[in-house]
């Protein structure tokens, strides 16, 4: 169900400075096309992922680990819905950005957040971490969008010790690892580790020239990227992989893909889109899963090919993965989940389908 869940979702369109982390966009997604698309649930949505914030049944104990992960989709999907003030309280809001500050931590590698406190018995410890209690790149990440979209005021953060935990965490092959040392390396943590530097505004903890050969190595011939190096073409570490070379600083006259090889990610993507409206992550691999339409529509996006997209038909798609009671599932007639009700909305942000005047 979560399988995807430390792939991170991106907000590529919205810069950010040292003095203020992006904030995802309002969305209005009341759309009911007559006779073509099924009416868009929004407030069974948004009560979804605010049941799931209130607790998850025991089945997904496997979960915890991954908690800041998941309060980001939640948060994250009220937030485009402008469901935050509504759906929640200010007394709610207060607590999670005070939870999520529990969970920096510090030491000899730097400042980060931890997934959660499910490695350690005392959550305010002022000891330094452990090699058991560390912060964890990627979810660094989301612990800044989400306390963004809270509208926190990061008086908390300790900047140049986040910088140095980045630092701490590039390979010298140019990738990052989840952890400073050891861990998973692979366009996901590259990705989280440019994100951060982007929104404090200060690229001096990382090597840029080394991470852009090794998003170069992740490419393949098809236009795609893998995960990392010679691994098969996917939609999600293509996003990340165009997305980061988007963010990464260069030269106002230096493109980061010549003509050609954006072209050749433009016939990939697009030729992802199934008939059934979605999107699947790799070549001839259906069915069309609904995070994909993030994934391979974002990317498009930031290629500036998203007028290719027919959005009418994957507005379509992401409404029979609609659950009964809330939620969008990965693909239809199954159980939804924070991740992909998240990125559902988020797609459906950048590529909305054409309503006709006079409509809702």
């Known amino acids: ?15 950010s400075s040292a003095r203020r982390l992006p904030l995802t966009s309002q969305l209005r997604l009341d759309f009911n096309m007559e006779d073509a698309l099924p009416k868009f649930a929004r407030a069974s949505h ?21 908690r800041l992960a998941l309060g980001f989709y939640c948060l994250g999907a009220l937030d485009l819905l402008g469901a935050i003030q509504t759906k929640t309280s200010e007394t709610d809001r207060a607590s999670w950005r005070e939870w999520i500050w529990e969970q ?28 058991y209690d560390g912060p964890h790149l990627i979810m660094t990440y989301t612990a800044l969008l989400t ?73 393949t011939y098809e236009g795609g990227y893998g995960q990392a190096s010679f691994c098969e073409a996917s939609g999600g570490p293509t996003y990340i992989a165009l997305a980061s070379l988007h963010l990464a600083p260069r030269d106002k006259d230096t493109l980061p893909l010549t003509r050609e090889q954006r072209n050749r990610s433009i016939h990939w993507l697009i030729h992802n889109q199934h008939e059934s409206g979605g999107f699947c992550g790799r070549t001839e691999k259906p ?42 599932a990965k693909v239809p007639n199954e159980h939804p989940d924070p991740y992909h009700t998240y990125l559902s909305i988020a797609a459906l942000t950048l590529f909305p389908p054409h309503v006709p005047d006079g409509g809702p």
Not at 1 to 15: G, K, N, S, V, W
Not at 49 to 56: F, I
Not at 107 to 128: I, L, N, Q
């Open 287 to 328: 069915p069309a899963d609904a995070c994909y339409s993030f994934w391979c529509g974002a990317a498009l996006k930031v290629l500036g090919a998203a007028d290719l997209i027919d959005a009418e038909s994957h507005a379509s798609f992401i409404a029979t993965c609609q659950f009964q009671f809330g939620g969008i």
């Open 147 to 219: 306390l963004a979209i809270l509208r926190d005021d990061f008086s908390k953060l300790d900047r140049a010790g986040l910088l140095k935990f980045v630092r701490a965490c590039q390979q010298d092959n140019g990738s990052f690892s989840i952890v400073p040392g050891n861990g998973e390396t692979d366009l996901r943590t590259l990705y989280c580790a440019f994100c951060i530097c982007d929104m404090l505004g200060d690229w001096s903890g990382v090597n840029v020239e080394q991470a852009l050969k090794f998003i170069g190595t992740c490419r």
């Open 46 to 66: 948004a009560g979804h992922v605010n049941r799931c914030l209130s607790g998850l049944p025991g089945s997904q104990v496997e979960v915890d680990s991954a």
């Open 104 to 131: 920096q931590t510090q030491g000899v590698h730097g400042t980060g957040f931890r997934p959660s406190p499910f490695e350690t018995a005392d959550s305010a410890t002022p000891e330094p971490y452990s090699d």
């Open 1 to 15: 169900m979560y399988c995807h869940q430390l792939q991170p979702p991106i907000e590529f369109l919205i810069r």
